[in-house]
């Protein structure tokens, strides 16, 4: 009996090596894995040809789905008058929240998301009703129609008003490590800070859009622009009271998603599917920008504050902080948000001793949502104004105080959470950086051209800054980190793969593609990754936590190793080969005294009776988490880098301009260079954008004012870096057994985006002759960098 290899698939880790280096394929030789191959759509969205949702071909007979909105912030429904919007032309159907078979609750995890309004109003264009019509045209104008009285009253839009009603949409939570206030009493130098941190409109080039086709079982197909295929499944089969069985979700791709598309698109398909099984038509709803806008929910606010207690080195001695994100009408995922944002208070550093308090505050706005980096950039805002300001006030440089604080070895890698830190390369990133960027050589001359300003009353100043991550990766709701595949081989050699992750162009599908095809040893061309069906691959997760390839890549990979054990197996019994001697390389498997080409093999086993089909599944390993404790370790491992800005700032007028941005990026052994820098500098656009011109504004009636592109400035391509410089960490210290050692990308790069508000408080430093701390809240906007201007040169007067 010859001895066969062990290809057994993994439930909780990848199979090889684990000392940090890529995986060495078992029986194959080729691998795909490491190339910068392009995005397997790219051709197909240049030319659009790629099809979204509303490019599907629409059955005959489909209608238009819209929704009535309503025009206060905060009320009572008392009726609603809606015989001219059932009268209107082209209308077919309408509804109201009496008209739902099922749940009308759908929110994702609490509830407090009703559909459609039956009472109580919480939000300004909160959906009272909706219209199905002939067209979309008829549709919208119908939903103008409807009459509504409601009882008003004042809503509540502010922290302040919150606070006075005591008003939360979920209890406040803390992490404690140590005794931060003795610890704050003995410090030598003690600090305050304040901080107020914007949020940000997800602003995807396809909004929400949906379309539901009636099935023959009584079922409906819906086709979705969700990153939470089975989550829209779950809440259709409650909505229209149906078993889960008969609700298909279909998603191939989104045209951009951020997190709004998590929890957030499922509304629309609700209330498609609804009106689809109603009518026993097809119908589509699709937001205009304007609606899209004001209907979903943004990255949280946050009103940060903290005392920060240090020593004469700089050195971080206690912090006691308090974050309080505003969340909007209802819970929908904001738990889980503030506690990743309190997760990542710490950032980079190092906190002996720390208590930090998360608050949940309800608003009278559209209940707040997932934004990429899910609450973690809010919390790091935090830790980098910690660094800046205790370097102003010892006179150092804001590095010198970073690099002293950064998380080491030993008694220093404790987390507030009481998880410990490894597997980071902080010192080593920095390091590098520090000399690829010329930091202190522009230091030096940054200092002087500014002084030599001040001295001679100058326009313009300039700010430099670099500033760390360390993003922790996993979802924190343990239950979610997993994940299944499905992948059929057929017998000309080509390979179907259908996985859980969503296609919203950051790529997923094509590194999927690259981990089949490395597994056997075939070119790209071979594998088809197909769209996300909730009928092939059940109980899915959302695309997020920046987990879609590490979880989905290891249940692909998982899903061809059953398969290809068989088809090793059938060589060994054919051929008499040694198991450990047969290659896949090239599209060709061969041992010492054959080789046949892989359709070849296919077929063979498909004659010998074998099954070229398998279902693959992966949990994510080691993770755990006492909420109630507030100790463990949600994350699986930390994802780092480090990027260094430079701003010049016109001090008449508060505009800037971003000169140069060098950023260095740990991705571990990188699947797909390409896509990772990529994802590094569309990640930081986004993320400079939140810090500086992406502004939301609410009037006083809890309407949204900055609805679309002339009033909400999100960067163009004229604010890119005019130098700007991405480069992959090498050799990087991946400790974890992460598919193919490689790191996830999603989310980790838009806090390199800090680094740009870090500088332009540095330039407005400098501006005030290296003597008053600027406050500068976010976004950054020239409003606000000339008001904090003003602020530092009334203080040189004053002194004077």
Not at 409 to 418: C, G, I, K, S
Not at 511 to 530: C, D, R, W, Y
């Amino acid at each position: 009996m010859r001895k066969l290899p062990k290809l057994t698939p993994q439930k909780s880790a990848s199979v090889g090596p684990t000392n940090g280096h890529a995986a060495q394929n078992l029986n194959t030789t080729t691998t795909t894995i490491g190339k910068p191959s392009p995005h397997e759509s790219a051709k197909l969205h240049l030319t659009g040809a790629a099809l979204y949702i509303d490019d599907i071909p629409t059955p005959v007979g489909c209608l238009h789905a819209y929704v009535g909105m309503a025009n206060v912030a905060c009320g009572l429904l008392k009726s609603q008058n809606l015989s001219s919007v059932a009268s209107a032309l082209g209308v077919v159907d309408v509804i109201t929240a009496k008209d739902v078979p099922g749940h009308i609750d759908i929110g994702p995890v609490f509830g407090g998301d009703p559909l459609l309004v039956e009472e109580q109003i919480n939000y300004f264009g909160q959906p009272l009703f909706a219209v199905a019509a002939i067209s979309r045209d008829a549709a919208r104008k119908a939903a103008l129609l409807g009459h509504a009285v409601i009882d008003s009253t004042p809503p509540l839009l502010s922290l302040e008003q919150a606070q006075i009603n005591n008003k939360k949409v979920r209890p406040s939570h803390s992490l404690v490590k140590g005794d931060s206030a003795v610890a704050l009493q003995k410090s030598m130098h003690r600090l305050t800070i304040d901080q107020q941190v914007g949020g940000q409109e997800h602003y995807y080039l396809e909004g929400q859009v949906c379309l539901a086709i009636p099935q023959e079982n009584g079922g409906v197909l819906v086709h979705s622009s969700s990153q939470h295929p089975s989550e829209v499944q779950k809440l259709v089969a409650e909505v229209l009271a149906l078993a889960m069985h008969k609700v298909v979700v279909d998603t191939r791709r989104m045209g951009g998603g951020f997190g709004g598309k998590e929890t957030q698109a499922a509304q629309w398909a609700c209330l498609a599917a609804l009106l689809a099984v109603r009518n026993q038509k097809a119908v589509k709803l699709r937001l205009a920008r304007s609606d899209d806008m004001a209907l979903t929910g943004k990255r949280h606010p946050f009103v940060n504050q903290a005392q920060v207690g240090f020593d004469d080195a700089g050195r971080i001695t206690a912090v006691s902080a308090e974050l309080n994100g505003l969340c909007g009408s209802s819970a929908d995922l904001s738990d889980a948000i503030v506690d990743r944002a309190m997760f990542h208070t710490d950032n980079a550093y190092y906190l002996p001793a720390a208590t930090i308090t998360g608050h949940r505050w309800f608003q009278n706005t559209v209940s707040n949502t997932a934004f990429r980096g899910f609450g973690g950039p809010q919390g790091m805002m935090l830790a980098e104004q910690m660094m800046d300001d205790v370097a102003r006030t010892l006179g150092k440089d804001p590095l010198l105080i970073r690099q002293t604080n950064l998380y080491g070895q030993h008694e220093r890698n404790l987390t507030p959470y009481h998880q410990i830190v490894k597997g980071v390369d902080l010192e080593r990133i920095i390091d590098e950086l520090v000399e690829s960027s010329e930091y202190w050589a522009r230091r030096q001359a940054i200092r002087s051209f500014n002084k030599n300003a001040l001295k001679h009353g100058g326009r313009y100043v300039k700010g430099l800054a670099l500033t760390p991550v360390k993003f922790g990766i996993s979802f924190t709701a343990m239950f979610l980190n997993q994940a299944g595949a499905l992948v059929h081989i057929y017998t000309d050699g080509t390979v179907q793969v259908s996985h859980g992750g969503t296609e919203m162009g950051q790529g997923l599908y094509t590194k999927i593609a690259q981990v089949v095809a490395a597994e056997l040893g075939l070119p790209l061309e071979s594998i088809e990754v197909t769209s996300t069906r909730t009928d092939k691959v059940p109980n899915t997760s959302p695309t997020a936590a920046s987990s879609g390839t590490d979880l989905n890549g290891q249940a692909a990979r998982n899903a061809v190793l059953t398969i290809k054990q068989r088809l090793i197996e059938h060589i060994v019994a054919t051929y008499q080969a040694d198991a450990e001697a047969i290659i896949f390389n090239d599209g060709l498997v061969s041992w010492p005294s054959h080789s046949l080409a892989f359709a070849e093999l296919t077929q063979e086993a498909y004659m010998a009776r074998i099954s070229m089909s398998a279902t693959g599944y992966y949990r994510t390993p080691k993770i755990h988490y006492d909420r109630q404790k507030a100790k463990g370790n949600p994350f699986f491992y930390f994802s780092c880098g480090a990027s260094v800005s430079e701003v010049e700032v016109d001090t008449f007028t508060g505009t800037y301009t971003v000169a140069r941005v060098d950023i260095l990026h740990d991705v571990g052994e990188s699947i797909n260079p390409a896509i990772d820098v990529g994802q590094i500098e569309g990640g930081f656009i986004q993320g400079m954008g939140w810090l500086t011109t992406e502004e939301l504004v609410w009037g006083q009636d809890g309407r949204l004012q900055t609805n679309g592109g002339a009033s909400y400035k999100i960067p163009a391509v004229g604010d890119t870096p005019k130098q700007f410089n991405v480069a992959l960490l090498k050799n990087s210290k991946n400790h974890e057994a992460t598919i193919y050692h490689s790191k996830a990308v999603g989310e980790p790069p838009l806090m390199h985006g800090i680094s740009v508000w870090s500088a332009l408080r540095d330039a407005i430093w400098a501006a005030g002759d290296e003597q008053t701390n600027p406050q500068l809240n976010t976004p950054a906007t020239p409003e606000r960098v000339l008001w904090a201007l003003e602020a530092v040169k009334a203080s040189i007067v004053g002194r004077a």
